[in-house]
């Protein structure tokens, strides 16, 4: 039998759906993105942000966890709600199972998880591939200078990573973003291919370091910019993978096509090649405004291609055209900033202003 480690894989179709917690916490499952690196082709110009201030903390939360004194675990305890606040009870209660209304039978609990051979065998591969985690904070710092740029009135979060008991890669509330390192640590980890229920490999080939920036930016993001997805039609689910597409083009300006979008290279130049033809489907088969739970999840959830479609292509084909139709928005309407375009309330209103037309592929 496989390690049955409680996890949440979540796909889902477009944006994130907050979870209102009590004291105004906020939780995001968050999406897989699923990445290639490859080449960058994007057009937006990048400001200059060398001079933009920007500050955050970063918080090592499994660190200071696995240093737990077991001899004395309720003063360590006290320490770790002391640093953390909130998000200590997120992690025990919301993250993890480990809180319970006995505060003793908590403290088993976390003692357990701590002593467990398997996690502090995670927690070390988590030590090894990430370190002091200097890299992907000079990522960071860097994304969250353009984000600063363009939303000079947000706030920075603090980063906290985690061991997250391959439960969610990135978390939210109000002040912080977490980063669930046991979630990056390469398609090959030997625990991936152990946990109950099973990952799809379409998901765990592409769990590795290389996307864990992305990932926090676009969740960021996604906690303030999200749709109701029980009233929207797919036009709608669309254009807010599409927005969400430029977002990243301008907070991320150096990541490739590939980590924005989540497609290989040759789904990338599939698309590209059959927009016209896809569009045309669309359009033909009268989806675009369509609200059937059937055809929001073909068109546009996650997978390793799209129903009924290819198997070049991508999963979520709808982000792509919604990426395409937004972009056209942009650039017939210049006057439009990047906060306004994610402030819009009414999408189809951006594609009635767009003037898409498909490219033929040639």
């Not at 509330?173 to 946990?195: A, H």
Request: include cysteine.
């Amino acid at each position: 039998m496989g390690i049955q480690f409680r996890y949440f894989c979540v796909i889902i179709n477009t944006m994130l759906r907050k979870i209102k917690l009590q004291q105004g916490l906020v939780f995001l499952p968050f999406i897989y993105m699923f990445v290639f690196i490859t080449s960058c082709s994007n057009d937006v110009k990048k400001p200059d942000v060398s001079t933009v201030p920007v500050e955050f903390k970063v918080q090592r939360f499994e660190n200071d966890l696995f240093a737990l004194d077991t001899l004395h675990p309720d003063v360590s305890i006290t320490g770790l709600r002391k640093s953390y606040g909130s998000f200590y009870e997120l992690f025990m209660y919301r993250i993890t199972t480990l809180g319970t209304r006995d505060s003793l039978l908590s403290q088993e609990h976390l003692l357990s998880f701590v002593k467990d051979t398997n996690f502090r065998n995670i927690y070390n591969e988590c030590e090894k591939q990430f370190g002091d985690f200097e890299s992907q904070k000079a990522e960071l710092a860097q994304a969250f200078k353009y984000y600063k740029y363009y939303f000079p009135e947000k706030n920075i979060p603090r980063i906290v990573t985690l061991l997250s008991a391959f439960s969610f890669p990135v978390v939210c509330d109000s002040t912080t973003l977490g980063i669930g390192l046991d979630m990056y640590l390469g398609p090959e980890y030997r625990y991936y291919s152990t946990l109950e229920p099973a990952l799809p490999n379409f998901i765990r080939s592409h769990m590795s370091k290389e996307y864990l920036v992305c990932d926090a930016i676009r969740g960021w993001a996604m906690s303030d910019y999200s749709i109701d997805e029980s009233t929207a039609k797919l036009m709608d689910m669309m254009i807010s993978e599409g927005r969400m597409m430029v977002f990243l083009e301008h907070v991320l300006p150096d990541a490739n096509d590939t980590i924005r979008t989540g497609y290989s290279q040759k789904q990338l130049d599939w698309c590209k090649a059959n927009e016209k033809k896809v569009w045309s489907f669309f359009v033909d088969n009268q989806l675009l405004f369509s609200v059937d739970p059937n055809i929001l999840s073909k068109y546009a959830a996650e997978g390793p291609t799209t129903n009924g479609f290819p198997k070049e292509s991508p999963g979520n084909i709808g982000r792509y055209l919604g990426w395409r139709i937004v972009k056209s928005y942009m650039k017939k309407h210049p006057e439009v900033s990047l906060r306004q375009l994610m402030e819009m309330r009414d999408l189809q209103a951006v594609y009635a202003g767009a003037g898409y037309k498909p490219s033929s592929g040639n």
